[in-house]
Structures are given as structure tokens and as C-alpha cells.
């Protein structure tokens, strides 16, 4: 598991600089600068249709670039396909959480780890992953299709834990939930960012996004336009009024 890492807080594990991704002719992310530092929790947040998960899929190789750079362990990363990249430690839970329906629990964990030969630390991660959501353990031989949508939410945060990121993207991870599980997967997620897992968070509940991470970012349009300390986002007016209902 990435709690190994030497933290090299300061060095820039994800750099993106001047993205700009089009649908069609529309241009949904428009020069969009950010990064993300080793060890940080790092959100972006902003209403919905704002460019926030286009850019996350253009991190990941889902989508391509029409312009800018993207680059991850100080290396371009453009036109490389995600596989590759969860092979380089960077792994994304997309939104709607795409778990493995006709599967077992267990099964999908597994999955996980499919770019893994360690057999007796995958055995491990697994262990580590079933006391992070000990409900998962409880159900490891359910079928995921039957799961709640917040257990279907552990359990693709718990998969792509087993592939050991360096880097974990997380899109949209309480959209759907109960207040109670989205309760449970904020304190899941600094769980597993002071376990040394540098974590990009997009996330519309811009409250409890900003409340745990270390520096946010704020999408409009598709642009960045402000960022800052998380706590100094938290009380700034113009969030405040734009995004906390204030």
C-alpha cells in the first residue's frame, strides 16, 4: 500500500498545464492549470457541467487533449492509455463507481490487483482494504450488483486501493448517497490520505470537499478561476455564496 511512500511534500506528482478538451466543436475544458503535490489532498470543485470530471478523464486517458500537457512523475502522459497508467500507480474511481455487477465482493477486489503477481501482499491489501470497510468483509461473497450504492461506493474505492496508487482520483464519490454514507466515505477518504495516498478530489459538495482537503481549486466554464488553502476557500464570500447555499 502507498503508506510506504517517502512523502516529498512540494514535489509535483500531477502537473497539468493549459488542458483544453472539445466535444465536437464545443470546448469543454478551456487552459485549465493545476497540480498536485506528493502527499496532498487536493480538491477541484464547481457546479455541475463546470469541466471537472472532462478533466479528470483527460488525466486518465479516457479522453484526449486537444491542446496543453499533462504530466505525472515529472513525465508527459499524453495519449497513454489508462492501463498504463494504473500501472504507474495512478488510479481513478470514476463517477457511478462501474463495480463489477455479476461479480462477487471479493472477485472485484481482485480485480484490483490484476496488474499484481505478489499473491501474499495482495492477500494483505486485501485484509487492509476489508478493515477500512469492515462491511465489505462482512459481504465479501455478495454479488456487487446487489449492493447498496454507497457499499458499491467502498467497494470501488477498495478495488482501486489494491492496484497500490501513488495517486488516487476520486470523481463525484457522495453523489447518490445517504448523508450517513457520504458521512462514511468523507472520513474513508482522509482515512486513506493520511496513509500516504496523494488524492485528487472532484467533488460537488464543496463543503465537506474543502473541509478535508489541503488545497482546492474552483471550475467555471471550464477554467480555473480561483484556488488557495482549502480553509481560506471555506470562507471566502464568493465561495461562500456560490457553492455553500450563503
Same mark, same amino acid.
Given at each position: 500500500m502507498a503508506q510506504d511512500m517517502a512523502i516529498n511534500s512540494g514535489k509535483a506528482l500531477l502537473k497539468v498545464s493549459g488542458l483544453k478538451v472539445a466535444y465536437g466543436g464545443i470546448r469543454a475544458v478551456k487552459g485549465v492549470d493545476f497540480e498536485v503535490n506528493e502527499g496532498?489532498?487536493?480538491?477541484l470543485i464547481g457546479s455541475n457541467g463546470a469541466g471537472k470530471t472532462t478533466t479528470m478523464k483527460a488525466i486518465t486517458g479516457m479522453l484526449s487533449a486537444a491542446d496543453g500537457d499533462i504530466e505525472y512523475l515529472g513525465q508527459s502522459i499524453? %495519449?497513454?492509455?489508462s492501463w498504463?497508467?494504473?500501472r504507474d500507480g495512478l488510479a481513478m474511481v470514476p463517477e457511478g463507481r462501474g463495480v463489477f455487477a455479476r461479480m462477487s465482493i471479493s472477485e472485484n477486489l481482485q480485480m484490483g490487483a490484476y496488474i499484481r503477481n505478489d499473491k501474499p501482499e495482495i492477500a494483505n491489501d486485501m485484509e487492509m482494504v476489508f478493515g477500512i470497510f469492515p462491511r465489505l468483509k462482512e459481504r465479501q461473497d455478495q454479488l456487487a450488483g446487489t449492493l447498496s450504492g454507497g457499499e458499491q461506493q467502498m467497494l470501488?474505492? %477498495?478495488r482501486a486501493l489494491m492496484s497500490r496508487p501513488k495517486l488516487l482520483l476520486l470523481d463525484e464519490p457522495s453523489m447518490g448517497l445517504s448523508p450517513i454514507m457520504v458521512d462514511k466515505i468523507f472520513e474513508v477518504i482522509r482515512d486513506v490520505a493520511s496513509r500516504g495516498v496523494t488524492i485528487l478530489l472532484v467533488e460537488q459538495n464543496a463543503s465537506?470537499?474543502?473541509g478535508i482537503a489541503d488545497r482546492g481549486y474552483v471550475m467555471e466554464s471550464g477554467m480555473v478561476t480561483m484556488t488557495g488553502?482549502?480553509?481560506d476557500l471555506l470562507t471566502d464570500p464568493r465561495v461562500r455564496a456560490a457553492y455553500l447555499g450563503e
Open positions: 496532498e489532498l487536493v480538491t499524453q %495519449g497513454k492509455g498504463d497508467l494504473v470501488a474505492m %477498495g465537506r470537499a474543502l488553502q482549502a480553509k
